[in-house]
């Protein structure tokens, strides 16, 4: 990709809020309160953040460091970096992890798309909490209705990278992500307004170490990553946008801070507002899209909770979608020596991605129940492929590359500053990079396989 071809980013704030926003979905809002609930809440909130500090920002740097290098996207990166192709598979699996993750990740926004039509045209009323589980099984289970919600977010996606780097991602992202703060912080005035919330608030923010178990830890490793979308090449893509002049260290922190701050605000949401109503923490998955509406029908102007929670889900899912398809996108412009533009390239990547989506959603029908991979339909095996194969590879990988075979003259942290404090940081980086940031990510790896209980037992024996 040439420089006129993948565009830069205008401004510092542009790269930080656009590549926060690529990494705020709904793995914050919608996925880190369920598993918060299952694993302890405030125990669970700890680890999380020193697996944010230790892991996290180092991957970020990562990606960034690659990106901005090689000034291409994850497709060309590792080659123009290494000077040759024997890493080329590994800009493959950035690709093909980014068309998964949309497989799947497009319907679940499908779902916020219904439910916020759904919340605007007052459909939960009078349904309790059994009415509102049979609602969400009567709604993903409608093909057709599901496919149309689906189709929009992808328009509105697809809409925002026709028109570039400059003025599509980052004039978007400056309104976003501000929208969505604001959103949130009017949903926790009105959340904490509820008698009984500060069960909710002691439940999310006390820690009972008691209960900071292996599995906690090996959970809060999974949801950082996965709440960072580090491992798939967007924040590759992104750092190929960046300035030059731009300091990677202080944009990871930022970007990781208002990543965290986003979970966290969402926590602060919906714990308060499940123990005032006397609901289950550890609902699981079913918490935003069954719980939430049940707890908006018991509050006071219950019509605008329901409205706006289901705006900020929706923005939230967008600002991911957004990074997402462009790692396709960027990585078609480059896999064909720029003979096709960046329109061309959103079109091929937009069609790529609807039949992806389409064959998710018919694999959850009865009708359609043969397209499936070992017994399961494709949203379920796209989703577990990724997050607990994919990504952590993808993530391993990058780690060593930068670690261990990128030249050192091409490790460049700090260039812009002279701080010894600063200085300092880059031997610690590479020492992570080479031996923690990998061990800890073959440990999730060993866990997501089911492997890592029974080598302990083995050890242990």
Same mark, same amino acid.
């Given at each position: 990709m040439e420089e006129k071809s993948i565009g830069r980013f205008s401004s510092k704030i542009g790269v /930080?809020?656009?590549?926060?926003? &690529?990494a705020i979905g709904l793995g914050n809002i919608w996925k880190f309160p369920y598993v918060a609930g299952e694993s302890g809440g405030g125990a669970f909130l700890i680890v999380y953040l020193i697996c944010v500090l230790l892991f996290g920002v180092p991957l970020v740097m990562t990606e960034f460091i690659i990106g901005r290098k090689a000034r291409k996207s994850a497709y060309g990166a590792f080659n123009a970096i290494s000077g040759n192709k024997r890493w080329q598979w590994l800009g493959w699996w950035c690709i093909v992890s980014a068309y998964l993750i949309m497989g799947f990740y497009f319907v679940v926004t499908g779902w916020c798309c219904n439910y916020l039509y759904e919340a605007i045209t007052n459909a939960f009323a009078g349904l309790d909490a059994d009415g509102l589980s049979q609602h969400f099984v009567t709604i993903t289970s409608s093909t057709p209705r599901v496919i149309i919600c689906c189709v929009v977010p992808i328009i509105l996606t697809s809409a925002v990278l026709w028109f570039g780097v400059q003025k599509g991602i980052e004039r978007l992202s400056k309104i976003l992500l501000p929208l969505l703060f604001v959103m949130m912080i009017l949903m926790v005035i009105r959340v904490l307004m509820i008698d009984g919330s500060g069960k909710g608030l002691r439940f999310f923010f006390q820690t009972d170490f008691s209960l900071i178990t292996p599995k906690v830890v090996m959970v809060a490793l999974g949801q950082c990553f996965f709440s960072l979308s580090v491992g798939i090449g967007a924040l590759i893509t992104y750092g190929a946008y960046m300035p030059g002049e731009q300091n990677i260290t202080s944009s990871s922190l930022q970007v990781?801070?208002?990543?965290?701050? /986003?979970? /966290?605000l969402a926590g602060v949401i919906i714990f308060p507002a499940v123990f005032a109503f006397g609901f289950d923490p550890q609902e699981g998955p079913q918490l935003v899209f069954v719980v939430l509406p049940a707890i908006f029908q018991q509050m006071s102007f219950a019509w605008l909770s329901g409205v706006l929670f289901f705006i900020l889900l929706l923005i939230a899912a967008l600002t991911s979608t957004i990074s997402l398809m462009e790692v396709a996108v960027a990585s078609l412009c480059d896999a064909s020596g720029n003979k096709l533009n960046r329109h061309q390239s959103v079109l091929l990547a937009t069609g790529i991605v609807l039949v992806m989506v389409v064959l998710c959603v018919l694999s959850m029908t009865e009708k359609w129940e043969w397209l499936t991979i070992a017994g399961r339909n494709l949203f379920d095996c796209f989703d577990d492929l990724v997050t607990t194969i994919m990504m952590p590879i993808g993530a391993l990988c990058m780690s060593l590359f930068v670690g261990w075979f990128m030249p050192s003259r091409n490790i460049d942290l700090v260039p812009y500053s002279q701080k010894s404090w600063k200085a300092k940081l880059r031997?610690?980086?590479? @020492?992570?990079?080479?031996?923690?940031?990998? /061990?800890?990510? !073959? !440990?999730? !790896?060993?866990?997501?396989?089911?492997?890592?209980?029974?080598?302990? &037992?083995? @050890?242990?024996?």
């Open positions: /930080v809020l656009a590549a926060a926003g &690529g990781a801070i208002l990543d965290t701050l /986003v979970a /966290v031997p610690v980086l590479i @020492f992570a990079l080479r031996w923690i940031v990998p /061990v800890t990510i !073959l !440990l999730i !790896l060993l866990n997501g396989l089911g492997l890592l209980d029974a080598l302990i &037992g083995l @050890f242990k024996h």
